[in-house]
Structures are given as structure tokens and as C-alpha cells.
């Protein structure tokens, strides 16, 4: 091997290490600003969990504006969302096999569209910030009502709802949506 060819495969790889070190710096900075959660739903032997990160409102005007309508969403920052669950789910009369997927929502003004997608996604948007979202790897989408909530939510929050109704909820700023769903047994 040529000198020029061993300083060019060298250059490369102190490029390559380069550019990974700045993803993972510039992953953990995003992290403090829209700190990782998980939330879990555990009853038995069923363990449903979400794993997402939590951006705070600011002042800023979110659904309709920071969060268009009509628009597919992350439903979250940073990485995609993801769902996982060990029981089969059914959602909207649909069932969710058991197993991993990401979580999309669709806000509007009155209504979201949420979906559990197959694909799993090592970020939730590209580098033009546009959703990764693949349609064709939807499993369920579901339409549901908003609920308006008062005092606002500063920092978006997903949990569930333990029965009566088990159901997953997302809020953020005066915003709640419910999605009812039920184990499969």
C-alpha cells in the first residue's frame, strides 16, 4: 500500500470517528433538552411499555403551530416513540399483535389519528426534520377525540390509564388524548 493511500484510509477512519463522536455528543445534548422516558403498564403477566422523550412547551404555541395539523408527528423528540407489548392488544376493535412498534400521531384541531407501525426507526425524522414515518408499515391507525385539560402541561407526558378503561394517554399543553384498548387473553 502507497503512502498517499495509507494516510487517505487513516484520514478516513479520524473522519469516521469524528462524525461519531459528534452524534453521540450531539445525542446526548437533545437528551437534556427532551430528557428519555419510560412508561409501563404492568397487570399479571401483561407488560405493555413506552419508551419516548419529553419536550417542554416554553411558551411556545404546539398543536397547530411547533406541532402542524395534518401532520404526521414522532409523538415526542428525538428518537421515534416505541410500544412494546407481550399480549396481543385490542385497539378500535383491531387487534395489535404482540411484539415492538413505533407510535405516530396525526394532531388536528379536534381530533388525532394515532398509529402503531411495524418499522422500527433509529430516529423519528430525517435531516429536513420530516417524520421517517413509512405508511405502508401501519399496523393500526385510530381516530379519536381530543380532550381539552386545564392547568397546561409543560412537559409532554404519555402514560396510561388503569381501569375502568385501560387506555394509553398522551397530554401536552391543554391537549389529552385517550386511546382505549384492552388485552387480548
Known sequence: MSTLAKRLLIGLVVLIALLFGAYQFMKMQTKKISPEQTVSYVNGATNVTVVYSR???KGRAIFGNLVPYGQVWRTGANEATTFTTNKNLTIDGKTLPAGNYTLWTIPESDTWTVIFN???????????????????????????????????VEQFTIGFQNPPEFALTLIWDDIKVLVPMSIVE
Open 55 to 57: 419536550p417542554y412547551k
Open 118 to 152: 411495524k418499522k422500527n426507526y433509529s430516529w423519528g425524522v430525517d435531516f429536513k426534520q420530516k417524520p421517517q414515518h413509512d405508511a405502508t408499515a401501519d399496523v393500526i391507525r385510530i381516530k379519536v377525540p381530543i380532550q381539552k385539560v386545564s392547568p397546561i
